[in-house]
């Protein structure tokens, strides 16, 4: 019996923490990634940024909080401008906190 009390309530934990959430979609050139990925950076409510090649296949996911600082996103960003030699077309795919 406490076992699925507990069972029911993570699941409600998560419909709750999933619609906190939002995802959106945006298809762009590679040149275009390290800026896009900047500016998503100062808005300042990511969550998480994920990098997708033409077909969809996922290269990179980047979890940020609402702490992150310049010492932990000046790597993320070498590894973004990398990416974004390799690939001529991309997703960015953002999750934001709704408000």
Do not use: H, Q, W
């Not at 019996?1 to 507990?6: F, I, R």
């Not at 906190?20 to 940024?49: A, D, Y």
């Amino acid at each position: 019996m406490k076992k699925e009390k507990a069972s029911r309530k993570k699941a409600k934990e998560a419909r709750r923490a999933a619609r906190r959430v939002r995802r959106e979609r945006f298809e762009i050139k590679g040149e275009e990634l390290l800026k896009r990925v900047k500016e998503l950076i100062k808005e300042g409510n990511v969550r998480k940024i994920t990098i997708s090649d033409k077909k969809g296949k996922e290269i990179v996911t980047f979890p940020l909080t609402v702490g992150v600082v310049g010492a932990i996103i000046a790597p993320m960003l070498a590894a973004v401008g990398a990416i974004a030699a390799l690939l001529t077309e991309c997703t960015l795919t953002v999750e934001r906190y709704n408000k």
